[in-house]
């Protein structure tokens, strides 16, 4: 009897060690149809990185990979940062593919480093033993699309130059992408490059024109949105850090965007736009508004350029233009308390 007993638990451990079921990541793909296959495209960026930890423990999610882009650092730092995360978060098995560089345009802005030289805060954070595991974004996405046709969810964290690319060399395998999530657009309000412009799409303002022209469902978390919802006070921060050693982690991460942010405003505080995102895509739960929309990007040289035009369903316009398809989402509330408890049980906090 003790003999059939261990068979049957060899046999059990075989099947399960067959089938990769070991470890945190594999415990996530036992959760089978339910389970959300997601590609995360990031410009880390000490908001990406938290947003990336977020989708690591998400138990819903699985990673298919992490594609980078230039944006809030150079694309060297994009990917170490994105491979240290993903060990920090045991999710080490994750693939990271180097993406593109921001194309060279006549409006291309200066960017600046609101999170520091290396996008961490410059704290000497980042010291990854895994490194990128090749140069083709472009290519990993569409193969990942093509293998997963109408499943997959790909997250846009920063200028969607990898994503236009891909659509720009396969659309019709593009097509079959389940749905967009964009942290982008300064939404209804106002923006953080310019007035009415957010830093990701004026980045690269054709290539989210280039999503929303494709007409899949395109779910934009706004800045103005994740700026109230995502709004940490200095205070908030410091008692933050106490939490835990993940807690504090990014809490150093962030520290050149509050300090940023205290000189620019008065008043210190870190905005999470990136995890924010990632709290909604991660539970829908959490959004408290959304409006169906028709969105088109302002591309004419001017002041106006980058902003993001959101045309409402169902409202009328007294200079009524043409209207495309309303196949955006726009988020305009999130569900501040839910979001906090996202960040707290990503970095084993207790609130
Ligand atoms: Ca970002």
Redesign the pocket.
Known sequence: MIKRVFALMLTLSLLLSLCGCTGQFSEKRLTGDTERILIAD????A??AL?LAMLCKAENIHLLGVTCVE??STIENVGKTACHILEMFDCADVPVYRGENLPDHELRRTLISVYGSDGMGDCGLIHPTKTVDGDDAVSFILDSVKENPGKVEIAV??PATNIAAAIKRDEEAMRQVKSFWI?GTAGIGQGNATPVAE??TITDAPALQTILDLGIETVIVPFDTTHKAGMFTGNEMDAFSEKSEKADFFVRAFSKLRAFNGSNSGGEYVDA??PCMASVLIDEGLIREEKCCYAVTCLEPGLTYGQVIFYEQGHSYEAQPDIGSYHVRLITAIDRDGFIGQIYTTCDAKE
């Open positions: 990031v410009d880390s960026g908001d990406d947003a944006g809030n964290l920063g942290m830093f990701n736009c990136d």
